[in-house]
């Protein structure tokens, strides 16, 4: 099973920037989709961005035209640039690896966005 690591979240002022990271530990991008969910307090997770195998990208409404997810198939990482970052961005951010087989789930990054 392939084991997920994010970094990148933090602590940022409303418009700000943050790339955030989600490494593997194996081969991720010949099958599958690679999803970035993220889970506010006292709500469901929801899938905000995802890229599945051959590089087609699909954004949440709430996100489109200011987050993008892109793929570094030499490292194995998948990255999440959130730009105009809103407080109703703020939450835990989660990759998930899904395919037939199965799906991983990374132990999630703090992503705050206040003034």
């Known amino acids: 099973q392939v084991q997920l690591v994010e970094s990148g979240g933090g602590l940022v002022q409303p418009g700000g920037s943050l790339r955030l990271s989600c490494a593997a530990s194996?081969?991720?991008?010949?099958?599958?989709?690679m999803g970035w969910y993220r889970q506010a307090p006292g709500k469901q997770r929801e899938l905000v961005a995802a890229i599945i195998s051959g590089g087609i990208t699909k954004y949440a409404d709430s996100v489109k035209g200011r987050f993008t997810v892109s793929g570094d198939h030499a490292k194995n990482t998948v990255y999440l640039e959130m730009n105009s970052l809103k407080p109703e961005d703020t939450g835990v951010y989660y990759c998930?690896?899904?395919?037939?087989?199965?799906?991983?789930w990374g132990q999630g990054t703090q992503v705050t966005v206040s003034s």
């Open positions: 194996g081969s991720i991008f010949s099958s599958g989709a």
């Open positions: 998930n690896y899904l395919t037939t087989k199965g799906s991983s």
